[in-house]
């Protein structure tokens, strides 16, 4: 059995309820439909369990706030 790690993950409530639904119409639960998405998500991106990195030769492009500390 796969070892499995528990998270807290904070969702604006429409998303939430859009994933819920979309999970309902495939026949999962949310956990199984957040981790099915991840999965194909990451294996789109390059990303697998062979290549935890993804593809080195192409930087992911940065995400969230930018750096606002003095220089």
Do not use: C, W
Not at 21 to 28: D, G, P
């Amino acid at each position: 059995m796969m070892n499995e790690v528990r998270m807290t993950l904070r969702l604006p409530q429409d998303l939430r309820d859009r994933l819920s639904a979309h999970a309902k119409s495939e026949r999962r639960s949310l956990n199984s439909e957040l981790v099915y998405m991840l999965e194909v998500g990451l294996r789109a991106t390059g990303v697998d369990a062979e290549s935890p990195g993804g593809d080195s030769t192409s930087p992911a492009p940065l995400r969230g706030k930018p750096d606002s500390s003095p220089a």
